[in-house]
């Protein structure tokens, strides 16, 4: 059984995996479809249903996963149990009871999302980058925080007295700040006066280079850490294993 | 006549090439001016007259191409074969019949387009590269869909109650985090409320970074192997033939 | 007592760097407070009074920094001293006056945001980076300004009888500019001629990868000075004091 | 007399230059003023003189370079030759008639614009640079472009039946293609069905990475480009004389 179960050597257990990570993502197509707007009362229904059927088995997969586990409180606290704990238990703190009206227990729902870490090396990788980039993350995002405070600042004098309803405060200014260094540029608010659109060329002249910085450490360090996983997996022969199509 | 047709070595040879990709452009040019709003019947006539002849050539290209082919059937379920017979088979289809207002119909003629791959460098490296980083794509793909969902569930559960016509439900929030992480920022959806402001900055923040990520996999990938065959080719001295007004 | 104020070393010096941090922040988001409108005449007061403390303690810190100075007048004309002092003369000059209603006796409070640089190293390294590429950055701003002004008279001639108020001249063209050269692309102003359309889609496929250059240019100058810090540091063993956790 | 207008070695030389650039700039700064409405007639009439004045120096400027030339017929044919009598042709054009109206005569006057590019090495940098990758930015621009046109049509058949007043042809369609694969995003056309926002979004990941590779090829052209010439200078000692502050 633990074979099936945590090992990717067997037919059995690579089937095991992929029926796990099916039933994740319909689960949360599930969850999705529940949020639509008029809903007849028989679809709810089958939705509720399906919920049911994909928590059962998640309780039977984690209660399965505590059975082969050797050091079992090690696995209960461990970061993958954690998430399999999290995962299910919303559904039962509102069994029974009519919590389900509240949001932040449906929200809690989307901690299923996390069991596709598991299986995908990706995301493992962006957790080992973050850590490794960390401090720098650190610094820079600091810097940007400044640069986006500050230029939140300058756009309330300039755009204030013009715009006393979109720039009302420093923090509706911050709000455009976030909007314009990103260049998402939604176009709700932005400066009108002259003083307000000079001060925008310049922020954005200079600005622009700084919210790239952590942007970019996020990028390399990830694709750093993915290459030298994939080294060593090559050397170690185990790569060949998992992409046998691709040899 | 192989040689017209399959080489670039004779003034023939190159002659027949520039005229089939002149062919192709003015094709697509005649499938766009077609859907023009307020043509008058005459244009329309002319149009068609023009899309007639061009099919006509392409077929009889096509049929050269299999008449010189050493190995037909080869030839036609080849990639560039295949591309051949579904830009003219919309034509044929519709021919006699008035399906001509089948839109998928009209859509299958941007096969034509595909034919230019045939002479353009470039697009054949776009494959060749997409080939090549397959495995990274899907891996940090599968990243990036996965932040896109989050963010759409997330924003959802801030935004919904604020605006119940904009954030309707899961699949209306995809599509912002979609517009919102490319940055595009169209402005027709974004957040009102404080909560889902601090969301969208926190998800821009990170987010930046990881979506950059499978765009620059295609980037670097690209012109890496657009080095290298240029690099081939200049040592082989076929580089020379092709842009002799470089050297 | 300079050991505390000046050094790291010691517990209380650390301590007493942690406290002016803190007291910076929580001064800063005082003053955003008070641009909130709508605020109670109690709340006003309470602020009014927190206000007073961090200056006094901001005072305090000044008269100590040059008390331990070697060099008392070159402390006060360094970089620092003059961050110090201006952020609490504005402070000292609408004292007892009605002055506070000058907007900018008000932004000069941001100096005090500039106090943070000391404790930053980030904000330190950009500094410093912005010395180190001082000549690229101007010679590659000029072209983009070049840039923005051709993009911005092209347009003006283009979009002027189209759209008479929004291309009103070419001072207000450059704001259209700046806005999609950066592909900000709020959207309140974008063009609607047939001409403009073409002359955009070309400005913005040169012009996006010269704004790049300037952005590019900031970004990995700032992350090679801190890679050349960072090493010096772990060298020196200055840097295992300062993050003894990550070792 | 040629050491003055040719070289940089001399102090009036240098002068000259500066002279020369200052006078391009205000000359340009008038010109834009020009287009602001509401002008009375007396700061019309000093535009004009001002113009005036600017055209007899540059006139003047051109003459004293065709006399200090060596060959002077390969100065008139030269690239500056050109740009130094195409700055002046428009104001002598329309001198004694009223042609002023035409704006293609106005437009003509951006050529002043580049008489700059002499004193600025970023600009001669550039063209260097476009030079040099000009393969390589045919190549990938034309991908570029099949790309925004395959994103046009996909869109067209998408929305066309929804938004038939936006999405009208497959010309309107690409200002859509344009404005969304480079992110600018106005907000001016989107997509509003379900197949249309599902287009735009493969669209956009595989898109990305093709639109930022003509981007990247220009920033990396131009930066390398800079680099050699700035290492050549440096080694020649020249450079040490053009920027003697520096060292």
């Not at 079992?72 to 389900?100: H, Q």
């Not at 989307?110 to 490794?132: D, E, P, S, T, W």
């Not at 176009?187 to 009108?192: A, E």
């Not at 952590?214 to 170690?236: A, C, D, R, W, Y």
Request: proline share 2%.
């Amino acid at each position: 059984m633990k074979k099936i179960i945590d090992g990717r050597d067997t037919t059995l257990g690579r089937a095991f995996d992929i029926f796990i990570q099916i039933l994740i993502i319909f689960s949360i197509i599930t969850f999705s479809i529940e949020t639509l707007p008029d809903l007849k009362p028989h679809t709810r229904e089958i939705l509720h249903s399906i919920e049911v059927i994909c928590v059962i088995i998640f309780t039977a997969e984690y209660l399965a996963r505590i059975y082969i586990a050797d050091k079992k409180l090690k696995f209960i606290f461990s970061f993958f149990g954690l998430i399999d704990f999290f995962a299910i238990l919303p559904f039962y703190l509102t069994f029974g009871l009519d919590l389900r009206s509240l949001r932040i227990f449906r929200l809690l729902r989307l901690f299923r999302l996390l069991k596709l870490v598991r299986y995908n090396r990706a995301m493992q990788h962006f957790g080992r980058a973050m850590i490794v980039a960390k401090e720098q993350i650190i610094l820079f995002m600091s810097i940007t925080l400044i640069l986006i405070y500050f230029a939140a600042t300058g756009i309330y004098y300039f755009e204030h007295e013009a715009q006393p309803e979109k720039f009302a405060s420093i923090f509706d200014s911050l709000w455009w700040s976030i909007v314009t260094l990103t260049t998402v540029g939604y176009g709700d608010v932005y400066p009108v006066t002259m003083g307000g659109r000079l001060f925008t060329f310049f922020i954005l002249l200079i600005g622009l280079g700084i919210v790239a910085i952590p942007t970019g450490i996020i990028s390399s360090s990830m694709t750093k850490v993915f290459n030298e996983k994939h080294q060593e997996l090559k050397e170690s022969g185990e790569y060949d294993e998992l992409f046998e199509e691709e040899e």
